[in-house]
């Protein structure tokens, strides 16, 4: 069984969904800064004045996709001059993205390509109704992510021991922040729980680099991507974690353009998400029912 059959055969011993179509599913719409109840069309009319949006997903939930994918498309109506940023293909296999779209390989070998199952590993279906989407509709695809090689060196021996090589795919250090006491805050009570008390204050910094620089690195693509193609608008498909009260990427891409518009949109999370210091998780959460 090659490795593929074998990923398939794995994922669906697991229960996992693997769609080659949208699945149809209704949906609730909160917003925790209002405190009130949205309807879809209502928020999609506010989605489309924003520069930038987050539908944070959490990765193995088919609902959460297809939701992404509704939102894409109603979007797309309103604007056709999107693009959708992934955090699921990585900076240096930019170019096969682009070859896909261009028509020149074909969806099998931009997953060979791009390394997808051995750099993201869930299911292929889960996402490429989106780089379907695009090629069909001639939008830009972002690859969002820095490498694994290099967020591995960074989490084993920190970021200034970083080689030139492994800086090719992220920002210069001096961009890199890790500054902000309440994402730390919230990364080292994820970081306690994993490690069960077992970490020390010297892997912990080396985890929380490696944090940051996944979401200085994710900024940093949608900000060049912006600069390049300012009449465009970015949605972005990333992990809940990254944009949750606007401490990954959110406020690394405001803190390099000055008074650009983003809005967060949470995927099927917890009913009853807490604010942080005031602070609500997301513009939106956007709940999915069958």
Known sequence: MNSRKLVKFCALSLG???????????????????????????????????KVIYLGETHDKPQDHAAQLQIIQALHQRNPRIAIAMEMFQRPFQSYIDRYLAGNINEEDLRDRTEYDERWGFPWEYYAPFVRFAKDNRLPVIALNAPTETIRQVARRGLERLSRDDRRYIPPISEIRTDDPAY????????????????????????????????????????????????????????????????????????????????????????????????PAADFFWFTYQ
Not at 194 to 204: E, Y
């Open 184 to 279: 730390r805050q919230v990364i080292q009570e994820i970081y306690e729980q994993s490690h069960k008390g077992k970490g020390n204050s010297s892997d912990f910094e080396r985890f929380f680099q490696a944090q940051v620089v996944w979401d200085e690195t994710m900024a940093d693509s949608i900000v060049r991507f912006l600069q390049a193609n300012p009449d465009y608008q970015v949605v972005v498909l990333v992990g809940k974690g990254h944009v949750a009260y606007g401490y990954g990427i959110p406020s690394r891409v405001a803190r390099r353009v000055d008074g650009i518009v983003q809005r967060t949109i949470l995927l099927n999370p917890v009913e009853d998400t807490p604010a942080i210091n005031n602070t």
């Open 16 to 50: 996992l969904i693997l769609v080659s179509t949208p699945i149809a599913y209704a949906q609730r719409v909160f917003s925790p800064v209002q405190q009130q109840a949205y309807s879809s069309p209502a928020v999609l009319e506010e989605l489309a004045k924003a």
